[in-house]
């Protein structure tokens, strides 16, 4: 069923492991190659998720080219800069692992203690002691409507990245829930800081659907990536009730999906 992902010309497509996070990692491993994805994106939702050769097997079942670090409870690990770190030591382990996405810390009472350290790290890389072909990036969140008279949150948050010596990972569907034009936003971004896409269809407030499944004009934003000539990550990340019950139709949903992507960015 499957063939090559990953062209010279385009992004390379990875599946995240969230969106079958009900299933164990190896049998995820084993859809996604049987696919054809080109390689896997491991969400780190538990401090028992650590290097060895549990999470070897699953690399050489289908390669975890990017990790996703944890973006909740984060006091499982002793805080955020913990639950970096520990990411960071299994990118080190992962011998194809070459990035890692984060969540920037919010603005709610509880991530205070986050926002002091995080105000102050101007090289990630550095502070999280990152092997050098491990690159990081920051995820845009779903955003309100901002005021007319506030600056506009994607501007900031580039801004932190090249403050933080990280890229960019643009969240389409976010993007889509906080009422921005997906295109607009994407045109915003320099070709240097996109360093991943989170690939996924939203309408109104719903988020990581199906493509085709929501409202956003995902055709044209693979279009656009393609005029871009973008050959980083590009990650599926969807809801888990967007698959099948069987592993056989889920298989072929993936398969379809990816199949779709390639002929979009004109592959």
């Known amino acids: 069923m499957s063939d090559s992902s990953a062209t010279s010309a385009g992004p390379v497509l990875l599946l995240s492991t969230g969106s079958l996070f009900h ?16 390689g896997l994106e491991l969400i780190v939702n538990s401090p ?31 805080g955020m800069l913990n639950s970096w ?9 992962l011998d194809c692992a070459t990035h890692v ?16 350290w995080f105000a102050k790290a101007h090289d990630l890389p550095l502070l999280l002691d990152a092997k050098g072909r491990v ?14 008279f506030a600056r506009d949150p994607l501007e900031r948050l580039m801004d932190q990245c090249r403050d933080k010596n990280v890229g960019l990972t643009f969240d389409v569907c976010h993007m889509g829930v906080s009422g921005r034009d997906v295109l607009a936003a994407l045109d915003k971004v320099p070709q240097g800081l996109l360093f ?16 085709g499944a929501g409202s956003l004009p995902l055709a044209d934003f693979l279009a656009r990536l393609a005029q871009r000539g973008y050959q980083r990550y590009l990650t599926l990340e969807l809801e888990p009730a ?14 379809r999906l990816r199949r779709g992507i390639l002929a979009g960015l004109g592959g």
């Open 101 to 116: 996405t984060m969540h920037p810390p919010g603005s709610r009472l509880s991530a205070l203690v986050q926002n002091r």
């Open 242 to 255: 967007a698959f099948p019950d069987s592993v056989e139709d889920s298989v072929r949903l993936l398969d």
């Open 23 to 38: 299933l164990p990692l190896p049998s995820i491993a084993s859809m996604a190659r049987e696919a054809g994805f080109a």
């Open 196 to 211: 991943n896409v989170h690939y996924s269809d939203a309408k109104g407030y719903q988020e990581h659907l199906t493509p």
């Open 48 to 78: 028992d998720l650590a290097p060895g050769p549990e999470l070897d097997r699953v690399s050489g079942i289908c390669p975890v080219r990017s990790l996703h670090a944890p973006f909740r409870n984060w006091t499982r690990w002793g």
């Open 135 to 148: 690159e990081f990036s920051l995820e845009n969140m779903p955003w309100a409507e901002a005021s007319p």
């Open 85 to 93: 770190k520990a990411t960071t030591n299994i990118a080190n382990s």
